[in-house]
């Protein structure tokens, strides 16, 4: 009889989170499709050991493990075209989002990151719409911004975004984040409503703007090699596993956001939505640095966003 072939897969938020719980289906369509001939283990959250979740990058890359989920931005540095979804206040909903990602565009930033790393994006993971969160004002003008820290994450083109709008930009991995919040080593910070909400960073920070500035990603990493190792028939399970794991996780990020909304309200947090209006001060306020980020693309891969997002709406 032959083994089953062990698949590790590591991820760093608690058991409701929608990645996790993105996880678990990973499981579950793993054994649907390929049985036994697959052990699937899943290390739900390894900031429990101390660790900080950017490990999952260097654990995967390395081999220890075999897969992760992970926000794109994170290797923006090391795959700059990455950085093409990182245009603040650009793409209007999680529809368009989605027709990017599952496009030629979305192909063509997976051979991407295979050129330039150790890595093989299985697929595009949600990682929630991103709104900025205070202690003690409501944030809905750049005004509001003026000389208040901010939460980001380890991204040169999310922090100069941030500067732009009149914030002063910190990068602090997930694990520390609860604690600098707490703290108030950060005035305000910026993540998907459930990260606010399972964090509990709510307890401090009671104003939340729902300016939807970003549609985060979060990439299905999985170790190049050891994907390319795989019998054939076994990669293709995994596969179609991941395709059945993605769709689940996106609606369980949608139906989040509606549940996250009802809670954080009926716990007496402020959950303010922006006007068209304010919203579009925004976009002109982050109009030039959007310019300058565009800049620095190869244009066909600009085209392919523009082409994407047109072809949407």
């Avoid at 001939?37 to 959250?45: K, P, T």
């Avoid at 999680?94 to 979305?106: F, H, N, P, Q, V």
């Avoid at 054939?232 to 596993?241: L, M, N, P, S, T």
Wanted: net charge negative; aromatic share 8%; charged share 25%.
């Amino acid at each position: 009889m032959t083994e089953p072939i062990t698949i590790r897969f590591g991820g760093y938020q608690g058991p409701q989170s929608v990645h996790t719980r993105g996880g678990r289906a990973l499981g579950q369509y793993l054994h649907e499709e390929l049985g036994d001939a697959v052990n699937f283990i899943f290390d739900e959250n390894i900031v429990e050991r101390g660790q900080k979740a950017a490990d999952l990058l260097t654990m995967v890359e390395s081999g220890e493990l075999d897969g992760c989920y992970f926000s794109s931005s994170y290797l923006a540095g090391r795959v700059p075209e990455l950085g093409v979804f990182d245009q603040h206040f650009v793409v209007p909903d999680r529809a368009s989002a989605y027709a990017i990602l599952d496009g030629e565009l979305g192909r063509e930033l997976a051979r991407c990151v295979a050129a330039g790393t150790g890595y093989c994006v299985m697929d595009f993971w949600d990682n929630g719409f991103r709104h900025i969160s205070t202690a003690d004002r409501v944030i809905t003008s750049p005004q509001d911004c003026k000389g208040l820290t901010i939460r980001t994450l380890a991204n040169e083109d999310h922090k100069a975004l941030f500067r732009t709008l009149g914030f002063e930009p910190h990068a602090i991995d997930v694990r520390d984040l609860p604690a600098a919040v707490a703290d108030g080593t950060v005035d305000a910070q910026e993540n998907p409503l459930t990260n606010i909400y399972n964090f509990r960073l709510h307890d401090t920070h009671r104003h939340i703007s729902l300016t939807g500035h970003l549609l985060g990603v979060a990439l299905a990493l999985f170790n190049r090699q050891h994907v390319e190792a795989l019998p054939d028939y076994i990669r293709e399970g995994v596969a179609r596993a991941m395709r059945k794991a993605t769709l689940a996780q996106r609606q369980f990020a949608e139906e989040d956001d509606a549940i996250c909304t009802a809670k954080l309200r009926a716990e007496g947090v402020e959950v303010r939505d922006l006007t068209l209006q304010e919203r579009n001060v925004f976009i002109e306020a982050v109009a030039p640095q959007i310019a300058r980020l565009r800049a620095n693309f190869d244009p066909k891969l600009v085209a392919l966003f523009d082409k994407s997002l047109r072809q949407q709406n």
